[in-house]
């Protein structure tokens, strides 16, 4: 991809000024990162903000006992750190493939976002939507959902967000291995394969290693919404 390509992933930018998106750009850098690689960490102070121009990051935090409990799987576009104004959060960002970032100092951020409103507001935009994600994921999380509507959900939305069409149907271009969704569901290795297995058959889902497909997104949508199958509800 081209730099005035990677430049255009992000959307915060695009209502800037010219004089915003110059300095913007003249003031970070940009940082290849390998897979496996954490580029923040919970209570350890960054000075970046890390904006992810290619590639997938995925943002967890440990429970009480250390369990992992992933909450967003970010790509291109988005942010990785948890708070614009504090330099530690209680979140880690770990890449999930090889990823391509930018990195600027959160005191240039913020002097740009007092000499420009308008980045301002995109960048509070941004957060009021990502809050969003959280509320709805954790809706999704108690316990009057069943595991397989949940994992529905999920996978729904990584659908959405990192689907690719397929003769199978709609591929989530994600490596998803029953650990990673163990961790996204917060529930033992044992439950999710069980899960998995349930959606399977239902052929709501197609698994080929650490791929998932969804052959029919309207039917794997309908599911989600109301726990039976279409063809068991309209016989």
């Not at 942010?79 to 990823?99: D, K, Q, Y």
């Not at 935009?125 to 949940?150: A, C, D, F, P």
């Not at 397929?166 to 529930?187: A, C, K, P, Y």
């Amino acid at each position: 991809m081209r730099r005035d390509e990677q430049f255009r992933q992000l959307q915060i930018l695009d209502s800037c000024g010219a004089d915003t998106v110059e300095r913007f750009w003249q003031s970070g850098k940009m940082m290849t990162l390998p897979k496996g690689q954490l580029c923040i960490r919970a209570r350890e102070e960054t000075p970046n903000i890390f904006f992810i121009l290619e590639g997938k990051v995925q943002i967890y935090n440990l429970t009480g006992c250390g369990k992992k409990k992933i909450l967003f799987v970010l790509g291109r576009g988005h942010i990785a750190n948890e708070s614009l104004l504090e330099r530690s959060g209680s979140v880690f960002c770990e890449t999930m493939e090889p990823c391509l970032l930018y990195a600027l100092r959160q005191r240039v951020l913020l002097e740009l976002m007092e000499k420009d409103f308008q980045l301002t507001k995109e960048l509070l935009y941004y957060q009021e939507k990502k809050i969003w994600r959280l509320e709805h994921q954790l809706k999704n999380t108690v316990g009057s959902i069943y595991l397989e509507r949940k994992l529905a959900a999920k996978l729904l939305k990584l659908a959405r967000d990192f689907g690719v069409p397929t003769e199978q149907g709609r591929m989530i271009d994600v490596e998803l291995s029953i650990t990673f969704l163990s961790d996204f569901l917060g529930v033992p290795r044992e439950t999710t394969s069980r899960v998995c297995r349930k959606l399977t058959d239902y052929g709501l889902i197609i698994m080929n290693k650490k791929k998932i497909c969804l052959p029919d997104t309207e039917r794997m949508i309908s599911f989600y919404k109301t726990g039976v199958l279409p063809d068991k509800l309209s016989s």
